[in-house]
């Protein structure tokens, strides 16, 4: 009778090898679609140090400004926009995403996943700060700069946005409150 090997304690999973990463997961603009835009950059962690294996997960609009997408992520077809992108970093905490320019809001939604980090965190990318932005409006000026993607020159329709998991100018991030848990009900620190 063989045993199955030990796997480590602090591991969390539960982990689905099939769909982590998806072969052509950063590519949600169509091959050759003139309105692309390529959004790049890094993720770091606390001490300024480039974080290998993060995962990033977009959300988007699709440029008419609609939510629904096209469903399947993992079955593209070259054609149709899915809005949905998963993003591995590299062993440089570099990533790249190719997409469209969303309609509606200016901005992606990007739930990040990255050794470490007990939960996932949610923030977002904008590419404009609109003045009448809830969210935006309700934070400091030197907050609101962690979410902007700038334009990088020399670049066509290049942005970089960089990723601070925490310490100095840490990318604000937001907390979505959980179905069924009150105030009352969370526990101090959280």
């Known amino acids: 009778m063989s045993s199955l090997p030990v ?6 999973g539960p982990f689905y090898g099939e769909a982590l990463p998806v072969p052509g997961g950063s590519e949600l603009a169509p091959a050759g679609h003139p309105d692309t835009v390529t959004l790049h950059g890094r993720v770091y962690d606390g001490g300024g140090t480039p974080v290998p294996n993060a995962l990033l997960e977009f ?29 591995p970093t590299g062993r440089d905490g570099r990533y790249v995403l190719r997409t469209l320019p969303p309609g509606g809001a200016p901005y992606l939604s ?12 949610f923030t977002r990318v904008y590419f404009a700060l609109p003045e009448d932005d809830p969210l935006l409006s309700a934070l400091p000026a030197g907050l609101r700069a962690t979410l902007l993607a700038t334009e990088d020159p020399g670049t066509h329709r290049g942005y970089r946005f960089d990723l601070r998991l925490s310490g100095e100018r840490e990318t604000v991030f937001l907390e979505f409150p959980c179905a069924g848990r009150t105030e009352e009900s969370r526990p101090s620190g959280s």
Request: proline share 9%.
């Open 59 to 87: 959300w988007q609009a699709a440029p008419d400004g609609s939510l629904a997408g096209a469903p399947g992520s993992l079955a593209r077809d070259g054609v149709a926009f899915t809005g949905f992108a998963r993003v």
């Open 110 to 121: 990007l739930c990040v996943f990255a050794p470490g980090l007990s939960r996932h965190l």
């Open 7 to 12: 796997t480590p304690s602090q591991t969390i």
